[in-house]
């Protein structure tokens, strides 16, 4: 298996993912000391990460949102009657 260091890893990072998708297994070490290993993803992860962004474009979310019932809830901490 092969190590390689993380300065030539950022250099050449496009060439080692498809290397790494091919199922060229390396690792990426700092200073010479092994931090990770990079290899494929098995056919259930890609399923699992197929599902990230499935109902793109089905739901929307007000611009609003962050203060939806932010007069009640200030009512309610302030104690005041409805």
């Known amino acids: 298996m092969q190590t390689i260091n993380i300065h030539e890893a950022k250099t050449h990072l496009s060439r080692l993912v498809d290397d790494a998708a091919k199922g060229n297994v390396f690792i990426i070490a700092k200073a010479g000391k092994p931090m990770v290993k990079v290899m494929p993803l098995t056919e259930g992860e ?10 793109s474009g089905e739901i929307s979310v007000p611009d609003d949102f962050d203060s939806l019932g932010a007069t009640e809830i200030i009512r309610d901490f302030e104690g005041r009657p409805a």
């Open 46 to 55: 890609l399923k699992e990460a197929e599902k990230l962004g499935f109902m």
